[in-house]
């Protein structure tokens, strides 16, 4: 699923390196032979989403991927970009290239928390979130998906809980998708070697 495009203005910005993570991974992952590899991405910064929902959850979501990130493919290859601006999930093409430049990025994770809901009598709680991948250097858009995750509530009190763990699973449907291997391994390698040339 394609999001639009918002041209969105910049205010602040700071970098912060996650330290490992809560994520239930299983370690570090390579990229090697992966979309990821092909693309020539070795470091990803998580810009804060936004949220079609109006209920304040896009920078938690946003935390949560950038710990699910930085948990399979090590906390350097993440950072999570936290930004005062609002809406500012989904960048503009100068805005991306003018962030990569300033903070030595290859590629950017936006996205818009599409849906969340926590649900009774089960108390089940549900996300959606719509994911960008962006090139930082040129701007552009490598790569666009859709991701959910699913997950009862511990305590019914206590929602904030079963919201970590619905972005978890979410997250690792997006991580699955990036370290599989390339559908197009010539096209996707092109494009790396395109980007290292400049």
């Known amino acids: ?40 991405l070795e470091r990803l910064g998580v810009v804060n989403f936004t949220d079609a929902t109006y209920q304040g959850v896009g920078p938690r979501v946003a935390g949560l991927f950038a ?7 090590g906390a350097g290859r993440v950072v999570w970009v936290v930004t005062s601006a609002p809406d500012v999930g989904l960048l503009g ?38 994911v960008r991948l962006l090139d930082a250097n040129r701007g552009s858009i490598i790569w666009s998906l859709t991701v959910a995750g699913r997950a009862g509530v511990p305590d019914a009190r206590t929602p904030e809980a079963g919201l970590e763990l619905a972005a ?31």
């Not at 710990?67 to 493919?73: C, E, T």
């Not at 590629?107 to 009774?120: D, I, M």
């Open 93 to 130: 093409v100068g805005q991306a290239r003018r962030l990569g430049g300033a903070h030595r990025l290859d590629g950017l994770v936006t996205g818009r928390v599409l849906a969340h809901s926590v649900t009774a009598p089960q108390a089940e709680a549900r996300v959606v979130v719509g």
């Open 67 to 73: 710990q699910a990130l930085a948990g399979a493919l």
């Open 1 to 40: 699923m394609r999001l639009r495009s918002f041209h969105l203005g910049l205010t602040a910005a700071m970098l912060l390196v996650l330290p490992g993570c809560w994520w239930l991974g299983a370690g570090l992952r390579p990229i090697a032979g992966s979309r990821l590899g092909a693309w020539g």
């Open 168 to 198: 978890a699973r979410a997250a690792k449907e997006l991580i699955d998708d990036l370290l599989a291997p390339p559908p197009d391994a010539g096209g996707l390698a092109g494009l790396a070697a395109h980007r290292g040339s400049r």
